[in-house]
T-cell receptor
């Protein structure tokens, strides 16, 4: 089983709202990732967690706040977003943070109004 | 700087018409090259990992090959359901963690 689940599938939020995206995997993977993808562009890395610790933050604005409560869960907390933050947000996981393929979830389509 | 370039940007084929997609890369020490398939509005689906020049992998109508400078995704007798964007990525390391560097993708359309 190579399934990564993400909730919600779609999210519409205003610029003053606070919301969270959730990602879950039960494959025993110890590395988890958040990506942002705009239309007709490849995924763009935002954060990497390795063994529940943040190892890469690609200079993402502080209105995006990641959290890894345990080895199976990854959250992305959203606050005071801008319309240009509208995108497909993808979660991925891999067995370790090196030398292994990443498996992606279906994504959350976020629209900021 | 690690870089991945895919060509063509878009490709239209007739059902049954075989072709190849190209992924050229520059990376300081290749640790792995990955192929993904992505349908519109969905997450990328893992297809293949290639680690060393000369390596080949197959899955149904798809075959991936790797040289020291590029990788090819060969599609044999494609069907309309093979229509998707195909993404190539190489593994790079930054501050001790893995990072995938993606190409821009090839949008493949198979007409019945």
């Amino acid at each position: 089983d190579t399934e990564v689940t993400q909730t919600p599938k779609h999210l519409v939020m205003g610029m003053t709202n606070k919301k969270s995206l959730k990602c879950e995997q039960h494959m025993g993977h110890r590395a988890m990732y958040w990506y942002k993808q705009k239309a007709k562009k490849p995924p763009e890395l935002m954060f990497v967690y390795s063994y529940e610790k943040l190892s890469i933050n690609e200079s993402v604005p502080s209105r995006f706040s990641p959290e890894c409560p345990n080895s199976s869960l990854l959250n992305l907390h959203l606050h005071a977003l801008q319309p240009e933050d509208s995108a497909l947000y993808l979660c991925a996981s891999s067995l370790r943070d090196r030398d292994y393929e990443q498996y992606f979830g279906p994504g959350t389509r976020l629209t900021v109004t | 700087e690690d870089q991945v370039t895919q060509s063509p940007e878009a490709l239209r084929l007739q059902e049954g018409e075989s072709s190849s997609l190209n992924c050229s890369y520059t990376v300081s020490g290749l640790r792995g090259l990955f192929w993904y398939r992505q349908d519109p509005g969905k997450g990328p689906e893992f297809l293949f990992t290639l680690y060393s020049a000369g390596e080949e992998k197959e899955k149904e109508r798809l075959k991936a090959t790797l040289t020291k400078k590029e990788s090819f995704l060969h599609i044999t007798a494609p069907k309309p359901e093979d229509s998707a964007t195909y993404l190539c990525a190489v593994q790079a390391f930054e501050r001790g963690a893995q990072k995938l560097v993606f190409g821009q993708g090839t949008r493949l359309t198979i007409n019945p």
